[in-house]
T-cell receptor
Framework: DQQVKQNSPSLSVQEGRISILNCDYT??????FLWYKKYPAEGPTFLIS?????DKNEDGRFTVFLNKSAKHLSLHIVPSQPGDSAVYFC?????????????FGKGTKLSVIP | NAGVMQNPRHLVRRRGQEARLRCSPM?????VYWYRQLPEEGLKFMVY????????ESGMPKERFSAEFPKEGPSILRIQQVVRGDSAAYFC????????????FGPGTRLTVT
């Protein structure tokens, strides 16, 4: 049973436009969410996170929105740049015992077209 | 300041052989996590270790897999009698003692079983 779902395997966006990557989760115990970016032949690198006590977190061109009632989060990248082309993983965790276990989605491959 | 280091980057083993994957955490990090990524899947948690202690191995197969993080030297993920289904990318992450959310990933070891 997949607890973190990224339903779009791929996304293509023109340079300069907004990229919106979506993520849904089923476990209501999750209270901390992270986005990782991964280039081929490299490990995932941390991008941005959000705690469940917030509904938005912004860092430069990257903003994550959390809708707890819908168990949905999204990553907005604006403006998109060719260097943003990568696979983006959504991950979730929870407080308390086992909080170190990140549960990942399958990833969305973003292609930013110059 | 070197990041998380993993070696080898690529490992080819025949069925029945042993595979040893090594991970050196970031300087100052005493917590190590191993994740496995099967083709077309997200990363799946395997095991969490601190120096000389296995804290949680709930994600690791019960047979043939073992992990250690000795007082000196890298963490080792050992797979005995490998089978084709073990072919995957194995990622190691480390974190500082204070925060398990901040996991920094290595580049991974791609294991191919022939």
């Amino acid at each position: 049973d997949q607890q973190v779902k990224q339903n779009s395997p791929s996304l293509s966006v023109q340079e300069g436009r907004i990229s919106i990557l979506n993520c849904d989760y089923t476990n209501s115990m999750f209270d901390y969410f992270l986005w990782y970016k991964k280039y081929p032949a490299e490990g995932p690198t941390f991008l941005i996170s959000i705690s469940s006590i917030k509904d938005k977190n912004e860092d430069g061109r990257f903003t994550v929105f959390l809708n707890k009632s819908a168990k949905h989060l999204s990553l907005h990248i604006v403006p998109s740049q060719p260097g943003d082309s990568a696979v983006y993983f959504c991950a979730a965790s929870f407080s308390g015992a086992g909080s170190y276990q990140l549960t990942f989605g399958k990833g969305t491959k973003l292609s930013v077209i110059p | 300041n070197a990041g998380v280091m993993q070696n080898p980057r690529h490992l080819v083993r025949r069925r029945g052989q042993e595979a040893r994957l090594r991970c050196s955490p970031m300087k100052g990090h005493s917590h190590v996590y191993w994740y496995r990524q099967l083709p077309e899947e997200g990363l799946k948690f395997m095991v969490y270790l601190q120096k000389e202690n296995i804290i949680d191995e709930s994600g690791m197969p019960k047979e043939r897999f073992s992990a250690e993080f000795p007082k000196e030297g890298p963490s080792i993920l050992r797979i005995q009698q490998v089978v084709r289904g073990d072919s995957a990318a194995y990622f190691c992450a480390s974190s500082p003692a204070q925060s398990s959310y901040e996991q920094y990933f290595g580049p991974g070891t791609r294991l191919t079983v022939t």
